[in-house]
């Protein structure tokens, strides 16, 4: 479904995406691995056409996102679904509104139609009954659904999550690893998730794939990743403070400062 071809961008003349190369295969779950700061956000900002690349190409459908105009793009991201690292949700709106945000605001869908969504996509990720609850009224893995909910409302092809487990405890981003897995059995989206958090890695991928230095340098199954040769890799999955991707660093001297 999605190709992404020798795709480089640049920040004040720091290259964060560098001839990267993936496909992402229709229907499956891609996780994206990856140091804090590499550009795994970066990437997902460019596969939904949020950032233009300095050159390269991201296929969809056969269709470049990086040739769309802005009705183009708009027309796009109707197809896509988004979890945010933060949720996302808007303070000022309850949980009905923030649901149905996009229907509300993208469709002429009836106030029935819209109310009959929310209330499936708030069933599908475990909560009833919140719709008029505002954003501070809920806990942060309550947040996590209910942005989850937002994102699955009008049903999209493909799913992007960043960071899904961020922010909350280990028994909630377990539940919400759960989740995703349940949603992308039921609803059958390609899924794209970025994270540092291996254990969520494992639990929803059906490949991994790892950014290091702008480009994707590792491409597998999750067994195909844990039983990797490559010592960058290799140190990554371990969570190893030693290894080629700190060499050079003196972690004695950052403690003693």
Request: glycine share 10%; proline share 3%; with cysteine.
């Amino acid at each position: 479904m999605i190709e992404i071809i020798n795709l480089c961008k640049s920040f004040g003349g720091h290259k964060v995406l560098d001839n990267l190369n993936l496909c992402i295969n229709t229907g499956a779950t891609t996780v994206i691995i990856g140091r804090s700061g590499c550009g795994k956000s970066v990437l997902l900002k460019h596969i939904i056409g949020l950032m233009r690349p300095d050159s390269g190409q991201v296929i969809i459908d056969g269709k470049d996102v990086t040739k769309m105009d802005e009705k183009e793009l708009s027309a796009l991201r109707l197809r896509f679904g988004m979890l945010f690292q933060g949720a996302a949700l808007f303070d000022s709106l309850n949980v009905y509104e923030n649901v149905g945000f996009n229907l509300i605001e993208h469709t002429s869908s009836s106030d029935a139609e819209i109310s009959k969504a929310v209330k499936e996509s708030l069933a599908l990720v475990g909560l009833k009954g919140i719709e008029n609850k505002k954003p501070s009224e809920l806990s942060g893995g309550m947040k996590k659904r209910v942005g989850l909910a937002r994102a699955i409302c009008m049903r999209p092809q493909i799913m992007l999550y960043d960071e899904p487990t961020t922010g909350i405890d280990p028994i909630m981003g377990d539940s919400i690893n759960d989740l995703i897995v349940e949603l992308h059995n039921k609803l059958k989206v390609t899924a794209i998730a970025v994270t540092h958090d291996m254990t969520s890695a494992y639990k929803i991928a059906d490949r991994i794939a790892m950014m290091y230095n702008g480009k994707i340098i590792a491409n597998g199954t999750p067994e195909e990743i844990k039983s990797t040769k490559d010592p960058i890799v290799h140190q990554f999955i371990t969570g190893a403070s030693k290894g080629p991707i700190t060499e050079g660093i003196d972690f004695e001297h950052l403690i003693k400062q």
